[in-house]
């Protein structure tokens, strides 16, 4: 794994952009564009990231950045593509940077279409499980007995298991990241620039509005989503899969820190401990944290 | 030039070839389906150079049209109907962004009440978006028109993307002649094409579609207003440029008929156009003024030369094959509104017919005209439109 | 040496009056203070003890909106122009020299040890 140190020091995040304090949205764009360095085209739909961009006549990121709409980016992303290919330019990435409503619920048919077509791109899902941008409303990324501006109460089905869709169209370089984990991330955009064709990468990323924790939390809650088996760290080329690093031991469920750690940092799960723990629905998120990493190692070894 | 046989399908497929586009991106829909059919068989035979992107959806084609025409690559698509309607969305980003891409629409009737024949409905429907547009009358017109499209779309003055309709299997899928011109030769005419404003480009990155606060909203949409309205000036300059080099005019925004001393003057879209001169000179030997308007641009709409014929005649019999529900004849309203201000106000008669692929004849036609004649000679319009062919 | 993006444009961008000085559409220039400066909606600001820094770049790495560059020493060096103050290079500094203090209670006013690069 890269050392902090040989991590670039140039920024394409630029100080002062309209993210909210504490946004680890920001802490995945910086790393990602330090491993890409440059020779990149953005593709933005609907999300935060597009608030980023800025306020005309200003940007927040010095990367050239196409807004799109919310369902288009794998659309948009093809035609980007499509014309680099027609000017002869084989070497500039292309790489579309899209929420988890963007991806798993509105941008999915031309997210399919574009790998499908073996679109080379890499698509980054930035997953905050939620409809931050909006105001914090349910996306089919959102996980079970969450509080959201739609699912007030919690919400009642687990999230989607959008990796296995993923999986099914066979990209060739596909992995999970975690922002707590940058210099992890970092290697994943640089190993993602090896491969033509399409690439898929999901970034979990805690958002301390949507989720409601205290800002400076970010990086503890992140990594607690890993300690508990909660997020799983992995990555596939072509059909070898690797655990990740810093997920190997939590496969072991009698390692993992008791899921409350996660939960309860967290606003939006607070219902769940009022006025006691509601041992049933928490029981309820365990067995589903189980159930994932049950179809995960089903399908991918 | 040499003369070729093909439906309008094939030939917009060889425009493309023809213009140098850089990009297709299309999703089968009947009537359009030969298009992406003809440039996906010339892609793999080598003869269309540029990329082809087989879509899975409609608004995944439009906006894969964008990203290309972000990236500063010539960009086209066809489609119909309910496709054109999946690509609301992309319609009006492409005409913000002042995207140049080139749509060949072939008009189709909008489900329900199932129906592949044309309707200009879906068009008419898009007329707000900022996108000029164009309605054809032959193969040759349709071939030539969208490479003038291109010119017109990328011209500084305009940058704002080109709709070009045709009627569905009237022309999409009918064999007549056209001249065909070689990319080559198109080169004299249609040079490549260099974004003015700004490109994707990681040299000198740059980046789109930001937030716009009230302060400087109204300025863009104005700015998108003038650039479509400048396509009227701009086309006159660019048809002018195209007789000389290849002989070949279609008679500007409005193409008139015998209009010069006409009484009543008949108004329609599309293909239908054609057929009413032979109406026309029928009915100029039955001793009727009457004379022929094919509109051939409604987007900008040819305010001037409405106003131009308007102040001549006694009547306008304006037909159209769509409807704005609830309010009648979309050009027939167009074209009421334009002559509210003037000093001479003729009769504007509204005529809606021809709807899912009804067959309008000459004699059709000519009753239509014949009607007009009978309101001015009565002084009655008689009712706000008349639906033509309808079975009480 | 101070580390930031070479392509930039400039700091502030003269707003346009009106249609005469803008573009056909709203295309953006990079620029840092997109959102002007936003140090301002600080209500803490990190304090670090240079003494105990050991140079490791874990603040750097984790500061989501890279206010931190590496100075000439190679001491870490914040812009409190552009600083919101969320505190996580306090919560993941490993030395645990970074400690949050109330804006109006940090030495200097909004400009603690560290200073401005500005």
């Known amino acids: ?301 | 030039m040499k003369t070729e046989l093909m439906s309008a399908n094939y030939a917009a497929s060889r425009a493309v070839v023809s213009a140098r586009v850089e990009v297709v991106a299309a999703y089968p829909i009947t009537p359009a389906t030969t298009v992406p059919e003809q440039i996906a068989l010339l892609n793999e035979q080598g003869i269309y150079k540029g990329q082809f992107i087989r879509v899975e959806s409609e608004h995944s084609a439009m906006f894969a049209c964008i990203g290309a025409s972000s990236t500063g690559a010539r960009a086209f698509t066809a489609t119909s109907s309910n496709g054109l309607l999946l690509m609301d969305e992309g319609l009006h980003w492409a005409a913000a962004a002042r995207l140049p891409i080139v749509l060949n629409n072939v008009n189709r009737s909008v489900s329900p009440s199932w129906n592949i024949h044309v309707t200009h409905d879906d068009s008419y429907s898009k007329r707000d978006t900022g996108w000029i547009q164009f309605y054809v009358a032959s193969v040759d017109e349709l071939y030539h028109t969208i490479i003038q499209s291109f010119k017109l779309a990328e011209d500084e003055r305009v940058l704002m993307p080109v709709m070009v309709n045709s009627d569905g299997f009237v022309l999409s899928h009918t064999v007549s002649p056209y001249d065909h011109l070689e990319p080559e030769e198109v080169d004299k005419f249609l040079p490549p094409y260099t974004p003015p404003h700004w490109v994707m480009d990681p040299e000198n990155p740059v980046s789109h579609g930001n937030i716009v606060f009230p302060e400087h909203y109204s300025e863009f949409r104005n700015m998108m207003h003038e650039g479509t309205k400048n396509a009227l000036p701009v086309y006159t300059e660019i048809e002018k440029e195209y007789k000389k080099l290849f002989g070949k005019y279609f008679g500007g925004p409005i193409d008139c008929y015998k209009c010069d001393d006409a009484d009543v003057v008949f108004t329609s879209q599309g293909s239908m156009g054609a057929e009413a001169k032979d109406a026309i000179d029928e009915l100029r030997e039955e001793g009727y003024k009457a004379g022929n308007a094919r509109m051939r641009m409604i987007r900008p709409f040819p305010v001037d030369k409405i106003r131009e014929l308007g102040s001549k005649v006694k009547a306008f019999a304006s037909f159209d094959r769509g409807v704005s529900y609830g309010f009648g004849g979309p050009v027939a309203n167009d074209i009421r509104s334009t002559m509210y201000h003037m000093k001479h106000r003729p009769m504007i008669k509204s005529y809606i017919g021809g709807l899912g692929g009804r067959d309008m004849a000459i004699p059709d036609i000519k009753a239509v005209i014949l009607d007009t004649f009978k309101a001015v000679e009565s002084g009655e319009l008689g009712p706000e439109e008349t639906w033509n062919d309808l079975k009480d | 040496m101070h580390w930031t993006c070479f392509h930039l444009v400039n700091e502030v961008n003269t707003e346009p009056t009106g249609k005469k000085d803008m573009p056909k559409t709203s295309y953006s220039k990079p620029s840092i203070g997109s959102t002007g400066k936003t140090g301002s909606w600080r209500t803490f600001d990190p304090m670090v003890n240079y003494d105990e820094c050991n140079k490791c770049r874990t603040c750097w790495l984790h500061c989501p909106e890279a206010v931190i560059s590496i100075g000439e020493d190679d001491f870490p060096v914040w812009d409190f122009d552009y600083c919101k103050g969320c505190g996580i290079c306090a919560e993941v500094c490993p030395k645990k020299c970074i400690e949050m203090v109330r804006t109006s209670d940090a030495v200097g006013g909004s400009l603690p040890v560290g200073g401005s690069e500005g």
């Open chain 1, 1 to 301: 794994m890269v050392t902090t140190k040989e991590i670039p020091l140039k920024e394409y995040v630029l100080k002062g952009n309209a993210a909210c304090a504490g946004c680890q949205d920001m802490v995945a764009l910086r790393h990602a564009h330090k491993a890409l360095e440059g020779d990149v085209i953005q593709v933005v739909p609907a999300c935060c990231t597009s608030v980023v961009q800025s306020l005309w006549p200003k940007s927040g990121l010095a990367v050239p950045i196409l807004n799109t709409a919310f369902m288009a980016s794998a659309a948009t992303a093809s035609g980007v593509k499509a014309a680099l290919k027609a000017k002869g330019n084989d070497h500039t990435m292309v790489m579309v940077w899209a929420g988890d409503g963007g991806t798993f619920d509105i941008g999915l048919q031309a997210l399919s279409g574009a790998l499908e077509r073996r679109t080379d791109f890499l698509y980054i899902c930035y997953n905050n499980q939620v409809y931050s941008n909006t105001g914090t409303q349910r996306s089919s990324a959102t996980p079970l007995h969450a509080q959201t501006t739609t699912t007030w109460f919690g919400k009642t089905e687990p999230e989607k298991m959008l990796d296995m869709i993923i999986a099914a169209h066979e990209p060739v370089y596909q992995f999970t990241a975690n922002t707590s984990y940058p210099r992890d991330l970092f290697d994943k955009f640089k190993k993602a620039q090896e491969f033509e064709g399409p690439k898929f990468g999901h970034i979990f990323l805690p958002c301390p509005q949507a989720w409601n924790y205290p800002v400076e939390k970010g990086v503890e809650i992140g990594k607690l989503g890993v300690e508990t088996g909660y997020w799983i760290q992995w990555e596939r080329v072509g059909d070898e899969f690797t655990l990740g690093k810093h997920s190997k031991r939590f496969q072991d469920p009698e390692k993992r820190k008791p899921i409350d750690e996660f939960l309860k940092m967290q606003g939006r799960f607070s219902h769940l401990y009022r006025p006691k723990r509601n041992d049933k629905k928490i029981r309820e998120i365990e067995d589903f944290i189980q159930h994932r990493w049950d179809m995960l190692i089903r399908t991918f070894t």
